[in-house]
Every structure is written in structure tokens, then in C-alpha cells.
């Protein structure tokens, strides 16, 4: 059996895209949609966005609309709006169903988990704090210091997961990856790992699940609960 289980965390764990891509989308329409012929969309950016972040992503639009977008400007106190959108959250930031229990189920078994996003750890640990269940001091609990954001090397370049690997002392032959993005799973892809992909979240789970599996993902859940069996046969 595998050993290493490296998990993206925006829609895979917990369902953090619907606080962060409308503000974001709305803030570049407020800088930008003067300079492009129609305003951003939710569609559009999910279309082709979904999973970007920071500098990878201002890069991607840039090339897609032809103007300059500028990381600092667009995203000008992105982490504390961020917070304050997760703090208000109605009924709290939902957690995947069967995440935890899942997760705990392999922990327990010996497997090392990692945390490792194209977004800043402290988002996440946000999102964990004003989970809908209440348990998310539980599942940070369980990567341990074992936290990795990209930083301005974004996925779907492979460098956070080579370099989350290299830290933790694993073999790609002992890795296994879950992503809910077409961006990150090309990442872990290209770094060796076997890519699972997360659906659960997917505005339309069946189409989700064809771009993961065309990125190089083996296999497609939508329920966590599935998740520990498949892993064990690895």
C-alpha cells in the first residue's frame, strides 16, 4: 500500500470556491472591465481558471484577455476579505462529506498526509476554523507541520509537490494526490504522483470528472467515504 497522501484543499476538503471566486471575479471586473469586451463570468472563469491562484492565475488572464493584469492591484487585501468571507459564512464553510473520517481512517493506518495548495495556508486554516461541522482543528491535526502553498510557482507547475515530497521524504512510487482542479492535477501528474480526482463540490460532477481523468487522474469519487478502500488496493 501507499504511504503518502498529498491533498489539495479548495473544493477538494472543504468548499472554500464559493467564498473566494465570486469576490475575486468581481474585483477584476471593478479593475478591468472597461479594458475586455464583456465582463468576467462565473462560467467563464471556471471554464478557464479553476484551480489558479495568484500569480499563475493574473498571468493566465493576462494571455486571455491581452491586457496586463497586476498581481499586487488585483489582489490588494485578498487575505483579509478572504477572511471576512469565511467568517460570516452562513452555517459555517462546509466540509466534504466523509473527509474526516476517511482521512483518519488512513492516518491511523500509518499514512502520512500533506496539505498542499496553490493558496495561502493561512486561508485554509481560516476555512478550518469556521468549518460547518466544528472539526476543523481535527482534520489541521492531522497534516501535523506538513503544510504547503506554492507560492509564485503556481500549479499546474509540478514545483509545490516536488518540493512537498522532497521534504517529507517521499518516493513518487509511494504518492498518491487528490485535486479537484484540472490545474492541480496536472501538477501532481507531471511530479510522478497517481492522481485521484475530487468531485464532490463540482457544479457538474460528470463533466469534472472527464477533464480530471483526461489531466491524469486514475479515478474520479465524489464521497470520501469511498476514498480509504480504493487507496488500500493501491
Given at each position: 500500500?501507499?504511504?503518502?497522501?498529498?491533498?489539495?484543499?479548495?473544493?477538494?476538503?472543504?468548499?472554500?470556491?464559493?467564498?473566494?471566486?465570486?469576490?475575486?471575479?468581481?474585483?477584476?471586473?471593478?479593475l478591468?472591465?472597461?479594458?475586455?469586451?464583456?465582463?468576467?463570468?462565473?462560467?467563464e472563469?471556471?471554464?478557464?481558471?479553476?484551480?489558479?491562484?495568484?500569480?499563475?492565475?493574473?498571468?493566465?488572464?493576462?494571455?486571455?484577455?491581452?491586457?496586463?493584469?497586476?498581481?499586487?492591484?488585483l489582489?490588494?487585501?485578498?487575505?483579509?476579505?478572504?477572511?471576512?468571507?469565511?467568517?460570516?459564512?452562513?452555517?459555517?464553510?462546509?466540509?466534504?462529506?466523509?473527509?474526516?473520517?476517511?482521512?483518519?481512517?488512513?492516518?491511523?493506518?500509518?499514512?502520512?498526509?500533506?496539505?498542499?495548495?496553490?493558496?495561502?495556508?493561512?486561508?485554509?486554516?481560516?476555512?478550518?476554523?469556521?468549518?460547518?461541522?466544528?472539526?476543523?482543528?481535527?482534520?489541521?491535526?492531522?497534516?501535523?507541520?506538513?503544510?504547503?502553498?506554492?507560492?509564485?510557482?503556481?500549479?499546474?507547475?509540478?514545483?509545490?509537490?516536488?518540493?512537498?515530497?522532497?521534504?517529507?521524504?517521499?518516493?513518487?512510487?509511494?504518492?498518491?494526490?487528490?485535486e479537484?482542479?484540472?490545474?492541480?492535477?496536472?501538477?501532481?501528474?507531471?511530479a510522478?504522483?497517481?492522481?485521484?480526482?475530487?468531485?464532490?463540490?463540482?457544479?457538474?460532477?460528470?463533466?469534472?470528472?472527464?477533464?480530471?481523468?483526461?489531466?491524469?487522474?486514475?479515478?474520479?469519487?465524489?464521497?470520501?467515504?469511498?476514498?480509504?478502500?480504493?487507496?488500500?488496493?493501491?
Amino acid at each position: 500500500m501507499k504511504k503518502f497522501l498529498f491533498l489539495d484543499f479548495d473544493n477538494t476538503m472543504m468548499e472554500t470556491e464559493p467564498f473566494a471566486v465570486p469576490s475575486l471575479i468581481a474585483r477584476f471586473n471593478e479593475l478591468y472591465g472597461t479594458q475586455i469586451p464583456a465582463p468576467l463570468t462565473a462560467a467563464e472563469f471556471q471554464e478557464h481558471f479553476h484551480g489558479q491562484a495568484r500569480e499563475g492565475l493574473c498571468e493566465n488572464l493576462s494571455a486571455h484577455f491581452g491586457i496586463h493584469i497586476d498581481y499586487a492591484t488585483l489582489y490588494k487585501d485578498r487575505e483579509w476579505f478572504m477572511m471576512q468571507h469565511l467568517q460570516n459564512a452562513a452555517g459555517g464553510v462546509p466540509m466534504a462529506k466523509g473527509l474526516l473520517e476517511a482521512l483518519t481512517e488512513l492516518h491511523g493506518r500509518g499514512v502520512t498526509l500533506s496539505f498542499v495548495s496553490n493558496n495561502p495556508v493561512q486561508r485554509a486554516l481560516a476555512a478550518m476554523r469556521y468549518a460547518d461541522n466544528g472539526q476543523g482543528d481535527a482534520l489541521a491535526a492531522l497534516f501535523g507541520t506538513r503544510f504547503f502553498e506554492a507560492g509564485d510557482v503556481q500549479k499546474p507547475k509540478p514545483d509545490v509537490y516536488l518540493r512537498a515530497m522532497a521534504q517529507v521524504g517521499a518516493p513518487p512510487a509511494g504518492c498518491v494526490a487528490v485535486e479537484d482542479s484540472v490545474t492541480g492535477a496536472t501538477a501532481a501528474a507531471a511530479a510522478g504522483l497517481t492522481v485521484f480526482g475530487y468531485t464532490g463540490f463540482a457544479p457538474d460532477a460528470q463533466a469534472a470528472g472527464k477533464k480530471l481523468t483526461g489531466a491524469g487522474c486514475i479515478g474520479v469519487f465524489s464521497d470520501w467515504a469511498y476514498f480509504p478502500r480504493v487507496f488500500s488496493e493501491l
